[in-house]
DNA sequence: ATTCGATATGTTCAATCAAACATATCTGCA
DNA sequence: TGCAGATATGTTTGATTGAACATATCGAAT
């Protein structure tokens, strides 16, 4: 391993996970919450995001509300009753957040991937997208 | 955020934990193994190093055992009886993981250090070891 | 042989986290 | 005005995780 003997690895992988987080240590965004703005952005509908993500609907919209709490705006914009029952698209600062998240993302796997090149005898890493 | 306005988020900031895993998704080692290792490499005990930690030795205990199963070779020689009781060491193949695990530890927090840099309007990361 | 202090390990109890269940609310449209 | 379909939210049940408890084993030293 890391150029010596790394036989011993053959079935070791290096994972990793990110969070945006408040000082007091509480949750923000996660994968979980990124995926879902993902979708509602996709749909129109926090339903279908759910149905897509196969989370149910009660904790897919638990997730939003927790970090919009958190944050103190709002990310994503609900409308109820209606032609179609209600839709969901996010507000501006959720796409902001979303891209500001992905941006971090994407330059994350990419050091990860780098950093992993060393260890390249047998250890491995998986993106975040593909957990 | 990401250069643009940026004022919402003063208090957030980036988190990120690591772990050696096996292929069917098994954890192997994260900070709290790592740490344990570190502890037993220098109290030769695995009592201490758990005091030291704080943690009960069940759990310590436990964790080491986790990780050895996983993986298929001992991490710790550990004595029991004799003068003091008992005591714990590194194997080898223990010292040689630790080491693979925190250099990985110490270029991914470089690498994180550098990508936020990019966010720098109050996103902010904490390393591993601050957690 | 007995003691001492650390390792070894099953069990049980508590707390935390997510899934499931059950309703209620809203509003364009037929 | 009542239906449809999505959002809104409390409650309850279940599962996973870790803390706590209780013993057992081991072997050098006395």
């Keep these: 391993m890391a150029g010596s003997k790394g036989d011993k690895y053959y079935n070791v992988f290096l994972d990793y996970r990110l969070w945006l987080k408040t000082i007091s240590n509480e949750g923000i965004m996660g994968e979980g919450c990124f995926s879902l703005l993902l979708e509602i952005k996709n749909s129109g ?37 209606g032609k179609d029952g209600g839709h969901s698209f996010l507000t501006e600062e959720g796409a902001n957040l979303m891209q500001a998240y992905q941006e971090l993302k994407d330059d994350i796997d990419e050091s990860i991937k780098k950093v992993t090149k060393k260890f390249f005898h047998r250890i491995n890493h998986k993106t975040l997208s593909e957990n």
Excluded: C, H, P, T
């Excluded at 009660?58 to 914009?77: Q, T, Y």
């Design 45 to 81: 509908s926090l339903k279908e995001a759910a149905e897509k993500l196969e989370v149910s609907y009660r904790k897919a919209w638990g997730i939003i509300r927790k970090s919009e709490n958190m944050l103190g705006f709002k990310l994503v914009d609900k409308q109820r009753g």
